[in-house]
């Protein structure tokens, strides 16, 4: 099941003399830990143990919460199955440093998340679709399936309960590994079935991860995990190797803000903001695409998702547009094959209502031009 | 020169944008960003910028710091080829992620930084010498060279003048990239020449980094590497695929702490602290090991590196130890292949002084046991 390189993979006996040099009496000769007396006194607020090494599985008090909240989500995801990760993209990396060896068929959807191809690529992987065996019919099946159920990067979409169960049951029969990756779950606009995938497996391998960058802040990176018992110790040994641990002051800020009494009451601004904001944004590309392309209101998460009706590739407008003052992110790029042309991600988040009616109005000019006049399109960008 | 996993690596057309529309006036819609409006509002003194996504290569105040101390150094780091990294940990994980595929020949010190060892072994390194060919006689030489020249872990050494020099040609003879680590150079208790390696090559490929664990605060998870050009962006676009970037928070507050009138004093006072510690440390070590045990007084660093009389492999006697309520590091586990018996690494800055104090009496009272009746102390580590 794992990578080649897995068989390389052995603790470090120092973070496992460090789990047990917390006991009360313990003398440690053993770490290169500076000494308690010469950390900064930096901010009266920050309680010097977060200034010294920690755990890599992350600080007990914030697994804890988390756990929580998995459990709640009918996941079987107990505390010391929980690690905290530095950003979920850390995730992406220790999973596929531990699946994926060159040549490994990994199941994907397309379009997905692009950074997650960039890392699976990275390690060698050879994209596939789940259960129906590779897409170059060489005959194995995928070793590991990399999803995004729940408000799709890039496309917004939000698996049914059949295909939910269609998914567990198929990791299940097959023995692939489910990654489920589920930055977006709290930021919902309208109801949908969101029940992990993980949590709907009888069996079989998983890892789960979540992020605080949508809810919280990104810049802290921050993120988390969760596994089944098969894998979880391999992931904190990777984890380890990778950086020790995650910034423990990142950490308690987050545990302190989402076990804050406020804390539930943010999250329901922040999906009421972000739910207005895709509001304004849609009814500014009904006036400007309208008639250049089609989507769905996205029901979660932070992007639209346009399927133009010329089949422009969108990379060629990229250079352009940012010429103009307007950014924006080629479908193209999302597809771990040869794309289908005519796509674009655009982020409804962060632009505000005018900057939204400017930009737009840009990239439809943009848009028609190119359905109309290719030639002289793709020569103007070199 | 690269692993074969750097064909796979192509830069995140995300990065490359979010590079770009700082600019004033862009309106981007490529990201995944969070509204600026409704990041949290934790404390008045974190700007909420450092909440947001940032550069993979890390926060430019900090980078251009960073840059000065190295070139005063006379490394050739200018500003856009420091990066910042989530601890020093990471830069060993992008270095062996760039460079080593399997049996890919690595020259390490015997003994040297284990976690090292972990990673280049993940990743499946061939250990071997550094321009005298592989130790198993099949041929090639060293594609990657990882040195702690200054104050190395386990041991404590200092290479001398004439060392770095010929580390430095044969480098650049062979090829071999050189990987220069360098967390302790400025906890120095003697003088002694600690001109970086890098800094005395004259062509050649080279990465170059150090940490801020030792002199600020470990919890933070922060380090910094620079390389030259021919590897600086690979470098960058692993970096991404990783973490997109370390903690805002994190690099704010090492560089306001590492810019702040007071840090020239902070490294002096941490600098005797230190080497009292050591004294200290020495003295118990002279009471309880003089009959046991050579070493020889670090003049820099965290650790004595003990050479025990008797040949005892330390690893038997950690259980025991920790039994009695002390840890250390069996120096065995140090090693690239079979190690030398009967060593021990030891930390001299965490402890007290009557700590230290019963920590090496109780390890006295192990080793001088061990030394006496092997089997018994076997059989009963189980």
């Known amino acids: 099941m794992f990578s080649q390189r897995v068989e390389g993979l052995r603790p470090s006996p120092i973070r496992s003399i460090l789990a047990v040099i917390d006991r009360p009496g313990m003398v440690s000769f053993a770490g290169g830990l500076p000494a308690t007396d010469v950390l900064p006194a930096w901010s009266g607020t920050v309680p010097p143990e977060l200034l010294q090494y920690g755990p890599s599985e992350g600080d007990g008090d914030l697994r804890s919460v988390v756990s929580e909240n998995l459990r709640a989500l009918g996941i079987d995801a107990p505390v010391d199955r929980v690690m905290i990760l530095s950003g979920s993209q850390q995730g992406i990396d220790l999973t596929a440093k531990l699946f994926v060896d060159p040549g490994t068929p990994v199941a994907v959807d397309d379009p997905t998340y692009l950074a997650a191809l960039q890392v699976l690529r990275f390690y060698g992987a050879r994209f596939t679709h789940l259960g129906t065996g590779p897409t170059d019919g060489s005959g194995d099946d995928a070793r590991l399936a990399y999803v995004v159920p729940t408000f799709a990067n890039p496309t917004g979409a939000c698996m049914t309960t059949a295909e939910r169960d269609n998914l567990a049951q198929?990791?299940?029969?097959?023995?692939a590994v489910l990654f489920e990756d589920d930055p977006y779950r709290d930021l919902v606009y309208e109801p949908c079935d969101r029940t992990p995938v993980v949590s709907r497996m009888r069996g079989g391998s998983w890892v789960y991860q979540g992020s605080f960058s949508k809810t919280f802040a990104p810049g802290l990176r921050l993120g988390f995990l969760a596994a089944s018992d098969d894998l979880f110790r391999h992931l904190v040994v990777a984890k380890q190797a990778t950086d020790l641990h995650s910034s423990r002051l990142s950490q308690r800020i987050v545990h302190d803000a989402i076990t804050a009494p406020g804390w539930t009451d943010r999250l329901a601004h922040l999906v009421g903001f972000y739910r207005a904001r895709r509001d304004v944004f849609e009814a500014?590309?009904?006036?400007?695409?309208?008639?250049?392309?089609?989507?769905?209101?996205?029901?979660?998460?932070?992007?639209?998702?346009?399927?133009?009706?010329?089949?422009?590739?969108?990379?060629?407008?990229?250079?352009?547009?940012?010429?103009?003052?307007?950014?924006?992110?080629?479908?193209?790029?999302?597809s771990p094959g040869t794309p289908a042309l005519g796509t674009m991600r655009l982020n409804f988040?962060?632009?505000?209502?005018?900057?939204?009616?400017?930009?737009?109005a840009t990239l439809a000019t943009l848009v028609a031009g190119a359905s109309t006049s290719p030639s002289s399109l793709y020569a103007s960008l070199g």
């Open 170 to 175: 198929t990791c299940v029969r097959t023995g």
């Open 284 to 334: 500014a590309l009904r006036r400007h695409f309208g008639d250049l392309a089609s989507w769905e209101t996205p029901r979660g998460g932070l992007f639209f998702w346009l399927r133009l009706r010329q089949p422009v590739d969108t990379r060629t407008l990229l250079g352009e547009a940012i010429e103009r003052g307007v950014a924006f992110m080629p479908g193209e790029e999302f």
């Open 349 to 360: 988040s962060h632009a505000g209502a005018d900057d939204v009616e400017r930009g737009l």
